[in-house]
């Protein structure tokens, strides 16, 4: 059993950054393609951003491109989220999770473990 553990939420003022974490438990980390995902309460949760297994392809969604950088460390099992340049719409709880591959995938159906969410709200 797989478990993804999220941390680095918080509340900070628009223009700020925050670093976003996802430790993950278990053996084979290194072996998947890891995302990120957020969602507001009454709307459906959406992709953020994602890596592939290596961490040597990366794909955003067009909302936080140029703003967030996502990576990993395979030998601490965690990935990151580096947010900066927030903005009060980045307001959500954001999920990491673990897809089914080691390719970039971006649709929740295709993430088979997920984190339990860790809250970022971005005043103006």
């Known amino acids: 059993q797989v478990q993804l553990e999220e941390s680095g939420g918080g509340l900070v003022q628009a223009g700020d950054s925050l670093r976003l974490s996802c430790v993950a438990s278990?053996?084979?980390?290194?072996?998947?393609?890891m995302g990120w995902f957020r969602q507001v309460p009454g709307k459906e949760r959406e992709f953020v951003s994602a890596l592939n297994w290596k961490g040597g392809a990366t794909a955003y969604a067009d909302s936080v491109k140029g703003r967030f950088t996502i990576s990993r460390d395979n030998a601490k099992n965690t990935v990151y989220l580096q947010m900066d340049n927030l903005k009060p719409e980045d307001t959500a709880v954001y999920y990491c999770a673990r897809a089914g591959g080691n390719q970039i995938v971006r649709f929740d159906f295709q993430f088979d473990y997920w984190g339990q969410g860790t809250q970022v709200t971005v005043s103006s």
């Open positions: 278990g053996r084979d980390f290194g072996n998947y393609a």
